[in-house]
Protein backbone atom coordinates (compact mmCIF):
# COMPACT_ATOMS: atom_id res chain seq x y z
CA UNK A 1 0.00 0.00 0.00
CA UNK A 2 2.87 2.29 1.03
CA UNK A 3 4.62 1.40 -2.61
CA UNK A 4 0.93 2.35 -4.34
CA UNK A 5 0.88 5.47 -2.45
CA UNK A 6 4.19 6.53 -3.41
CA UNK A 7 4.13 5.69 -6.95
CA UNK A 8 0.58 7.75 -7.18
CA UNK A 9 2.26 10.81 -5.43
CA UNK A 10 4.74 10.62 -7.51
CA UNK A 11 2.64 10.15 -10.47
CA UNK A 12 0.48 13.30 -9.34
CA UNK A 13 3.78 15.82 -8.88
CA UNK A 14 4.77 14.85 -12.30
CA UNK A 15 1.62 15.43 -13.65
CA UNK A 16 1.24 19.04 -11.93
CA UNK A 17 4.27 20.05 -13.04
CA UNK A 18 3.83 18.75 -16.73
CA UNK A 19 0.49 21.18 -16.36
CA UNK A 20 2.94 23.93 -15.54
CA UNK A 21 5.43 23.58 -17.90
CA UNK A 22 2.85 23.24 -20.46
CA UNK A 23 2.19 27.36 -19.01
CA UNK A 24 4.74 28.03 -22.18
CA UNK A 25 3.49 26.47 -25.56
CA UNK A 26 0.36 26.45 -24.77
CA UNK A 27 0.46 30.03 -24.90
CA UNK A 28 2.94 30.12 -27.88
CA UNK A 29 1.47 28.07 -30.24
CA UNK A 30 -2.59 28.05 -29.03
CA UNK A 31 -3.00 31.55 -30.30
CA UNK A 32 -0.67 31.35 -33.59
CA UNK A 33 -4.31 30.45 -35.84
CA UNK A 34 -5.67 33.49 -34.50
CA UNK A 35 -2.70 35.86 -36.23
CA UNK A 36 -5.01 36.60 -39.23
CA UNK A 37 -8.17 37.55 -36.99
CA UNK A 38 -6.65 39.67 -34.49
CA UNK A 39 -5.07 41.62 -37.30
CA UNK A 40 -8.19 42.19 -38.91
CA UNK A 41 -9.65 42.89 -35.28
CA UNK A 42 -6.95 45.42 -34.49
CA UNK A 43 -6.59 46.58 -37.76
CA UNK A 44 -2.92 45.93 -37.46
CA UNK A 45 -0.27 44.83 -39.32
CA UNK A 46 1.16 41.22 -39.96
CA UNK A 47 4.66 42.64 -38.11
CA UNK A 48 2.60 44.25 -35.25
CA UNK A 49 0.91 40.88 -34.44
CA UNK A 50 4.12 39.32 -34.33
CA UNK A 51 5.04 41.18 -31.99
CA UNK A 52 3.23 39.92 -29.46
CA UNK A 53 4.69 36.51 -29.92
CA UNK A 54 8.44 38.16 -29.48
CA UNK A 55 7.45 39.78 -26.27
CA UNK A 56 6.68 36.58 -24.70
CA UNK A 57 9.87 34.90 -25.22
CA UNK A 58 11.73 38.38 -23.91
CA UNK A 59 9.41 37.95 -20.92
CA UNK A 60 9.77 33.92 -20.22
CA UNK A 61 13.71 35.04 -20.47
CA UNK A 62 13.57 37.74 -18.07
CA UNK A 63 10.98 36.94 -15.83
CA UNK A 64 13.10 33.47 -15.23
CA UNK A 65 16.21 35.22 -14.88
CA UNK A 66 14.19 37.51 -11.94
CA UNK A 67 12.16 34.55 -10.63
CA UNK A 68 14.93 31.99 -9.96
CA UNK A 69 16.84 33.53 -7.18
CA UNK A 70 13.31 34.50 -5.73
CA UNK A 71 13.14 31.31 -5.49
CA UNK A 72 15.73 30.31 -3.90
CA UNK A 73 14.79 32.93 -1.25
CA UNK A 74 11.44 32.46 -0.48
CA UNK A 75 10.92 28.48 -1.34
CA UNK A 76 9.38 27.33 -4.72
CA UNK A 77 5.07 27.59 -3.60
CA UNK A 78 4.60 31.08 -2.76
CA UNK A 79 6.55 32.45 -5.90
CA UNK A 80 4.61 29.95 -7.97
CA UNK A 81 1.72 30.62 -6.76
CA UNK A 82 2.14 34.47 -7.38
CA UNK A 83 3.50 33.63 -10.95
CA UNK A 84 0.13 31.66 -11.50
CA UNK A 85 -2.32 34.77 -10.61
CA UNK A 86 -0.14 36.89 -12.44
CA UNK A 87 -0.83 34.74 -15.59
CA UNK A 88 -3.99 34.53 -15.24
CA UNK A 89 -4.79 37.88 -15.03
CA UNK A 90 -2.81 38.90 -17.96
CA UNK A 91 -5.05 36.61 -19.71
CA UNK A 92 -7.85 37.88 -18.91
CA UNK A 93 -6.41 41.14 -19.98
CA UNK A 94 -5.53 39.72 -23.50
CA UNK A 95 -9.09 38.64 -23.89
CA UNK A 96 -10.55 42.42 -23.88
CA UNK A 97 -7.60 43.89 -25.07
CA UNK A 98 -8.69 47.40 -26.80
CA UNK A 99 -5.92 47.57 -28.68
CA UNK A 100 -2.85 45.96 -29.96
CA UNK A 101 -0.64 47.89 -27.77
CA UNK A 102 -2.85 46.97 -24.91
CA UNK A 103 -2.79 42.88 -26.49
CA UNK A 104 1.50 43.21 -26.44
CA UNK A 105 1.42 44.32 -22.68
CA UNK A 106 -0.47 41.30 -21.69
CA UNK A 107 1.27 38.83 -23.48
CA UNK A 108 4.60 40.21 -22.06
CA UNK A 109 3.11 39.79 -18.66
CA UNK A 110 1.56 36.42 -19.08
CA UNK A 111 5.08 35.52 -19.79
CA UNK A 112 6.54 37.26 -16.86
CA UNK A 113 3.72 35.21 -14.68
CA UNK A 114 4.08 31.84 -16.49
CA UNK A 115 8.07 31.55 -16.64
CA UNK A 116 7.51 30.82 -13.11
CA UNK A 117 5.78 27.33 -13.90
CA UNK A 118 9.03 26.33 -16.04
CA UNK A 119 11.37 27.78 -13.38
CA UNK A 120 9.96 25.77 -10.45
CA UNK A 121 9.04 22.74 -11.89
CA UNK A 122 13.44 22.10 -13.23
CA UNK A 123 14.24 23.47 -9.67
CA UNK A 124 11.26 21.12 -7.39
CA UNK A 125 13.06 17.88 -9.18
CA UNK A 126 16.31 19.47 -8.31
CA UNK A 127 15.01 19.57 -4.71
CA UNK A 128 13.82 16.00 -4.74
CA UNK A 129 15.62 14.08 -6.59
CA UNK A 130 19.35 13.07 -7.67
CA UNK A 131 21.02 13.35 -11.20
CA UNK A 132 19.83 10.14 -12.32
CA UNK A 133 16.10 10.26 -10.96
CA UNK A 134 15.79 13.67 -12.21
CA UNK A 135 16.58 12.44 -15.25
CA UNK A 136 13.55 10.25 -15.38
CA UNK A 137 11.57 12.59 -14.22
CA UNK A 138 12.42 15.28 -16.59
CA UNK A 139 12.19 12.17 -19.73
CA UNK A 140 8.45 12.01 -18.65
CA UNK A 141 8.03 15.86 -18.73
CA UNK A 142 9.56 15.46 -22.42
CA UNK A 143 6.21 14.40 -23.00
CA UNK A 144 4.66 17.90 -22.65
CA UNK A 145 6.89 18.96 -25.24
CA UNK A 146 6.07 16.90 -27.85
CA UNK A 147 2.60 17.18 -27.50
CA UNK A 148 2.42 20.90 -26.63
CA UNK A 149 3.26 21.72 -30.06
CA UNK A 150 0.92 19.40 -31.76
CA UNK A 151 -2.54 19.73 -29.58
CA UNK A 152 -2.32 23.55 -28.90
CA UNK A 153 -2.22 24.38 -32.73
CA UNK A 154 -5.40 22.20 -32.92
CA UNK A 155 -7.41 23.22 -29.82
CA UNK A 156 -6.52 27.03 -31.32
CA UNK A 157 -7.65 25.99 -35.01
CA UNK A 158 -10.51 24.35 -33.49
CA UNK A 159 -11.70 27.22 -31.54
CA UNK A 160 -10.87 30.15 -33.95
CA UNK A 161 -13.49 28.29 -36.09
CA UNK A 162 -16.28 28.86 -33.77
CA UNK A 163 -15.90 31.26 -31.52
CA UNK A 164 -14.16 34.44 -31.83
CA UNK A 165 -10.42 34.97 -31.06
CA UNK A 166 -10.31 36.31 -27.88
CA UNK A 167 -11.74 32.71 -26.42
CA UNK A 168 -8.38 31.10 -26.68
CA UNK A 169 -7.27 33.70 -24.08
CA UNK A 170 -10.38 32.61 -21.76
CA UNK A 171 -9.49 29.04 -22.08
CA UNK A 172 -5.73 29.87 -20.86
CA UNK A 173 -7.45 31.52 -18.22
CA UNK A 174 -9.27 28.97 -17.05
CA UNK A 175 -6.45 26.32 -17.13
CA UNK A 176 -4.38 28.88 -15.31
CA UNK A 177 -6.99 28.80 -12.18
CA UNK A 178 -7.33 25.52 -12.56
CA UNK A 179 -3.12 24.77 -11.81
CA UNK A 180 -4.09 26.87 -8.72
CA UNK A 181 -5.44 24.11 -6.81
CA UNK A 182 -3.60 21.43 -8.01
CA UNK A 183 -0.47 23.14 -6.68
CA UNK A 184 -1.72 23.96 -3.40
CA UNK A 185 -3.26 20.54 -2.80
CA UNK A 186 -0.83 18.17 -4.71
CA UNK A 187 2.88 19.75 -4.60
CA UNK A 188 3.66 21.63 -1.53
CA UNK A 189 6.82 23.22 -0.48
CA UNK A 190 9.72 21.21 -1.79
CA UNK A 191 12.39 23.79 -0.16
CA UNK A 192 12.59 23.75 3.23
CA UNK A 193 13.16 27.16 5.30
CA UNK A 194 17.28 25.84 6.45
CA UNK A 195 17.88 24.72 2.98
CA UNK A 196 17.12 28.80 1.50
CA UNK A 197 19.65 31.07 0.60
CA UNK A 198 19.59 34.03 3.09
CA UNK A 199 20.28 37.61 2.75
CA UNK A 200 22.66 39.31 0.44
CA UNK A 201 20.44 41.49 -1.38
CA UNK A 202 20.95 41.93 -6.00
CA UNK A 203 24.61 41.39 -4.61
CA UNK A 204 24.20 37.53 -3.75
CA UNK A 205 22.26 36.94 -6.23
CA UNK A 206 24.67 38.39 -8.97
CA UNK A 207 27.19 36.07 -7.17
CA UNK A 208 25.11 33.27 -7.75
CA UNK A 209 25.03 34.13 -11.17
CA UNK A 210 28.36 34.87 -11.36
CA UNK A 211 29.34 31.46 -9.98
CA UNK A 212 27.07 29.36 -12.25
CA UNK A 213 28.41 31.21 -15.66
CA UNK A 214 31.70 29.91 -13.92
CA UNK A 215 31.34 26.68 -12.98
CA UNK A 216 32.23 24.86 -16.33
CA UNK A 217 30.37 21.38 -15.58
CA UNK A 218 27.09 23.46 -14.94
CA UNK A 219 27.63 26.10 -18.27
CA UNK A 220 28.47 22.74 -20.55
CA UNK A 221 25.52 20.65 -19.86
CA UNK A 222 23.13 23.75 -20.50
CA UNK A 223 24.68 25.15 -23.23
CA UNK A 224 24.78 21.41 -24.83
CA UNK A 225 20.93 21.27 -23.37
CA UNK A 226 20.42 24.66 -25.58
CA UNK A 227 22.57 24.60 -28.45
CA UNK A 228 20.38 21.31 -29.28
CA UNK A 229 17.52 23.08 -28.61
CA UNK A 230 17.96 25.48 -30.99
CA UNK A 231 18.03 22.35 -33.72
CA UNK A 232 14.96 21.76 -32.93
CA UNK A 233 13.74 25.32 -33.08
CA UNK A 234 15.08 25.41 -36.22
CA UNK A 235 13.43 23.14 -37.75
CA UNK A 236 9.88 24.03 -36.32
CA UNK A 237 10.86 27.53 -38.18
CA UNK A 238 11.82 26.12 -41.23
CA UNK A 239 10.18 23.16 -41.04
CA UNK A 240 6.75 24.25 -42.65
CA UNK A 241 8.52 26.12 -46.03
CA UNK A 242 10.54 23.36 -46.54
CA UNK A 243 7.91 20.58 -46.77
CA UNK A 244 4.69 22.77 -47.62
CA UNK A 245 6.45 25.24 -50.39
CA UNK A 246 9.65 23.26 -51.14
CA UNK A 247 8.21 19.74 -51.47
CA UNK A 248 4.94 20.29 -52.13
CA UNK A 249 3.40 19.09 -49.26
CA UNK A 250 -0.28 19.63 -48.27
CA UNK A 251 -1.32 21.34 -44.86
CA UNK A 252 -2.51 18.34 -43.89
CA UNK A 253 0.43 16.33 -44.78
CA UNK A 254 2.62 18.44 -43.04
CA UNK A 255 0.72 18.27 -39.91
CA UNK A 256 0.57 14.38 -39.93
CA UNK A 257 4.94 14.55 -40.93
CA UNK A 258 5.25 16.98 -37.53
CA UNK A 259 2.74 14.73 -35.43
CA UNK A 260 5.27 11.82 -36.06
CA UNK A 261 8.54 13.48 -35.55
CA UNK A 262 6.96 14.41 -32.59
CA UNK A 263 5.74 10.86 -31.81
CA UNK A 264 9.40 10.08 -32.44
CA UNK A 265 10.25 12.55 -29.86
CA UNK A 266 8.01 11.06 -27.13
CA UNK A 267 8.98 8.13 -27.11
CA UNK A 268 12.57 8.86 -27.50
CA UNK A 269 12.13 10.23 -24.01
CA UNK A 270 10.33 7.19 -22.14
CA UNK A 271 12.88 4.78 -23.94
CA UNK A 272 15.18 7.10 -21.85
CA UNK A 273 13.33 6.60 -18.61
CA UNK A 274 13.83 2.90 -19.44
CA UNK A 275 17.22 2.98 -19.77
CA UNK A 276 18.13 4.94 -16.76
CA UNK A 277 17.06 2.04 -14.85
CA UNK A 278 20.23 0.69 -15.99
CA UNK A 279 23.29 3.16 -17.62
CA UNK A 280 24.02 6.59 -16.09
CA UNK A 281 22.66 9.67 -17.77
CA UNK A 282 26.27 10.65 -18.77
CA UNK A 283 26.50 7.81 -21.22
CA UNK A 284 23.31 7.92 -22.49
CA UNK A 285 23.53 11.88 -23.50
CA UNK A 286 27.25 10.82 -25.12
CA UNK A 287 25.58 8.38 -26.64
CA UNK A 288 22.92 10.49 -27.82
CA UNK A 289 24.44 13.56 -29.01
CA UNK A 290 26.52 11.47 -31.36
CA UNK A 291 23.66 10.52 -32.85
CA UNK A 292 22.62 13.94 -32.82
CA UNK A 293 25.31 15.02 -34.70
CA UNK A 294 25.27 12.70 -37.33
CA UNK A 295 21.67 12.88 -38.25
CA UNK A 296 22.56 16.74 -38.33
CA UNK A 297 25.48 16.43 -40.58
CA UNK A 298 23.70 14.06 -42.59
CA UNK A 299 21.16 16.82 -43.23
CA UNK A 300 23.28 18.77 -44.64
CA UNK A 301 24.96 16.90 -46.90
CA UNK A 302 21.09 15.75 -48.34
CA UNK A 303 20.30 19.31 -48.99
CA UNK A 304 23.72 19.89 -50.63
CA UNK A 305 23.63 16.77 -52.71
CA UNK A 306 20.32 15.95 -53.15
CA UNK A 307 18.28 18.68 -52.47
CA UNK A 308 15.11 17.28 -54.12
CA UNK A 309 15.41 14.07 -52.17
CA UNK A 310 12.33 14.03 -49.76
CA UNK A 311 12.46 10.69 -47.69
CA UNK A 312 16.38 10.76 -46.89
CA UNK A 313 15.46 14.95 -45.81
CA UNK A 314 12.65 13.68 -43.66
CA UNK A 315 14.40 10.50 -42.31
CA UNK A 316 17.25 12.71 -40.94
CA UNK A 317 15.05 15.63 -39.71
CA UNK A 318 13.17 12.51 -37.67
CA UNK A 319 16.28 11.16 -35.74
CA UNK A 320 17.64 14.76 -35.08
CA UNK A 321 13.75 15.81 -33.19
CA UNK A 322 13.66 12.26 -31.56
CA UNK A 323 17.28 12.20 -30.35
CA UNK A 324 16.44 15.34 -28.52
CA UNK A 325 14.22 13.14 -26.33
CA UNK A 326 17.57 11.94 -25.41
CA UNK A 327 19.50 14.76 -24.99
CA UNK A 328 17.47 17.29 -23.20
CA UNK A 329 16.23 15.10 -20.01
CA UNK A 330 19.96 14.18 -19.48
CA UNK A 331 21.57 17.38 -20.56
CA UNK A 332 18.91 19.09 -17.68
CA UNK A 333 20.08 16.59 -15.10
CA UNK A 334 23.63 16.86 -15.62
CA UNK A 335 24.08 20.34 -15.37
CA UNK A 336 20.74 20.85 -12.56
CA UNK A 337 23.07 18.34 -10.66
CA UNK A 338 25.93 21.13 -10.17
CA UNK A 339 23.25 23.54 -8.06
CA UNK A 340 23.49 23.40 -4.32
CA UNK A 341 21.73 25.82 -2.73
CA UNK A 342 20.73 27.85 -5.86
CA UNK A 343 18.20 25.57 -7.98
CA UNK A 344 16.03 28.38 -8.79
CA UNK A 345 18.68 30.29 -10.01
CA UNK A 346 20.39 27.20 -11.93
CA UNK A 347 17.10 26.64 -13.54
CA UNK A 348 16.48 30.41 -14.29
CA UNK A 349 20.00 30.56 -16.11
CA UNK A 350 18.79 27.17 -18.16
CA UNK A 351 15.84 28.86 -19.51
CA UNK A 352 17.29 31.90 -20.51
CA UNK A 353 19.90 29.97 -22.65
CA UNK A 354 17.85 27.66 -24.02
CA UNK A 355 14.84 30.59 -25.02
CA UNK A 356 17.69 33.38 -25.71
CA UNK A 357 19.50 30.92 -28.41
CA UNK A 358 16.49 29.37 -29.97
CA UNK A 359 14.74 32.78 -30.27
CA UNK A 360 18.15 34.25 -32.11
CA UNK A 361 18.51 30.57 -34.20
CA UNK A 362 14.89 31.26 -35.36
CA UNK A 363 15.31 34.69 -36.30
CA UNK A 364 18.15 33.60 -38.36
CA UNK A 365 16.46 30.69 -40.19
CA UNK A 366 13.59 33.16 -41.47
CA UNK A 367 16.53 36.24 -42.04
CA UNK A 368 18.58 34.11 -44.29
CA UNK A 369 15.34 32.16 -46.23
CA UNK A 370 16.59 31.48 -50.09
CA UNK A 371 13.65 29.26 -51.51
CA UNK A 372 15.73 25.45 -50.38
CA UNK A 373 16.15 23.84 -46.99
CA UNK A 374 19.84 24.66 -46.50
CA UNK A 375 19.61 27.44 -44.13
CA UNK A 376 17.29 25.16 -41.73
CA UNK A 377 20.16 22.25 -42.45
CA UNK A 378 22.87 24.99 -41.80
CA UNK A 379 21.53 26.04 -38.22
CA UNK A 380 20.71 22.39 -37.04
CA UNK A 381 24.16 21.34 -38.37
CA UNK A 382 26.13 24.44 -36.59
CA UNK A 383 23.88 23.75 -33.17
CA UNK A 384 24.55 20.13 -33.04
CA UNK A 385 28.24 20.52 -33.43
CA UNK A 386 28.50 23.91 -31.00
CA UNK A 387 26.14 21.48 -28.35
CA UNK A 388 28.62 18.58 -29.15
CA UNK A 389 31.71 20.97 -28.64
CA UNK A 390 30.03 22.58 -25.02
CA UNK A 391 29.30 19.08 -23.36
CA UNK A 392 33.27 17.56 -24.58
CA UNK A 393 34.28 20.70 -22.37
CA UNK A 394 32.16 18.95 -19.30
CA UNK A 395 34.89 15.68 -19.40
CA UNK A 396 35.69 14.62 -16.44
CA UNK A 397 32.95 16.33 -14.74
Known amino acids: MNASNALGSRIRFI ?4 ALIAFAPLSIDM ?35 VLGPIMDRMGRLRPLLFGIAVYVAASLWASFAPDIESLTAARLLQALGGCAGIVASRAMVRDLFDERASAQVYSMLMLVMGLA ?13 HYEWPVIFWVLTAFGLACIPAVLFGLGETLPPERREHGGGLARVGRDYLALLMDK ?14 AMFAYITGSPFVFIELHGL ?44 LAALALLAVTLLVPQAFLPL ?36 TGILQFAFAAVVGGLVGAFNDGTALPMAIAIAVASIAGTLARLSARGA
Do not use: D
Open 15 to 18: VILG
Open 31 to 65: YLPAFPAIAEHFGATAGAVQTTLAVFFIGLAAGQG
Open 149 to 161: PILAPMIGGVLIA
Open 217 to 230: PFMAFALANALVSC
Open 250 to 293: APESYAILFGLNAAGLIAAAQVNALLLRRYSSRAILRIAMSVHL
Open 314 to 349: AACIFVVVGSYGFVGANATAAAMARAERSAGSASAL
